[in-house]
């Protein structure tokens, strides 16, 4: 019987955004003492650390809260066959992903997925500043909204939203108030992922710059 011992990796880099992926040889990761891995960015990276017999450390820098998550991974469970995915506790975002390569192609691909529905609306990838940041940002939004914390100053939770290059605007559909979420830098999601809810009405960052539809 042959055993596929290669693995593949993804980790949503803190810097760029995007997924990094490499393959390692689950030997590797078990004996080899230290080691790090950089998105192809080289503006972060993730360390793995040998740990007793069949198990490692990873420690993943989280562009969702900012700190940087340990997590103990075992052979076993990768031998197993089941891809791992570890989501950042504070956010929920999902942050890395271990096993077979198809399984995690197929991971980051279905995250992906709706990132690529936002281009297809949108027409082409740059008409935002930052396609991952507006991404991830619209559905921190959509979270927030879902738990009933997205609401104006008036008490209407009846709430529209429009997708600008650097922002989103959101505006109250009962009194018309206005709140401006920007969307642009990583900083930007980081702002939004610290908060759990919005209201509209009482503050308004600055005036957009391109003019208002919807
Ligand atoms: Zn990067
Ligand atoms: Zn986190
Ligand atoms: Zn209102």
Do not use: W
Not at 61 to 69: L, M, R, T
Not at 155 to 176: F, Y
């Amino acid at each position: 019987m042959l055993i596929d011992t290669s693995v593949t990796i993804a980790y949503k880099c803190t810097s760029c955004g995007s997924f990094a992926f490499f393959n390692a040889s689950l030997f590797t990761l078990l004996y080899k003492k230290n080691y790090s891995l950089s998105c192809h960015c080289k503006k972060s990276s993730i360390s793995v650390r040998q740990e007793g017999e069949n198990s490692f450390f990873v420690r993943i820098p989280c562009i969702g809260c900012d700190h940087e998550h340990v997590y103990m991974i075992s052979g076993r469970s990768i031998l197993l066959g089941k891809p791992l995915s570890i989501s950042c506790p504070e956010t929920g975002m999902q942050i890395f992903f271990i096993g077979t390569d198809e399984a995690v192609q197929k991971k980051v691909d279905s995250v992906e997925e709706e990132l690529d529905n936002l281009i297809d609306t949108y027409g082409y990838e740059s008409y935002f500043e930052n396609t991952r940041v507006m991404f991830d940002t619209l559905n921190r939004i959509h979270d927030i909204a879902l738990s009933k914390n997205l609401y104006c100053e008036c008490d209407s939770t009846d709430i529209g939203l429009v997708l600008l290059p650097d922002c989103i605007l959101l505006h109250c559909a009962k009194c018309g108030s206005r709140k401006i979420i920007p969307a642009a830098k990583n900083k930007d999601l980081k702002d939004i992922l610290a908060i759990s809810h919005i209201m509209i009405g009482t503050d308004v960052y600055f005036e957009p710059k391109e003019p208002i539809q919807g």
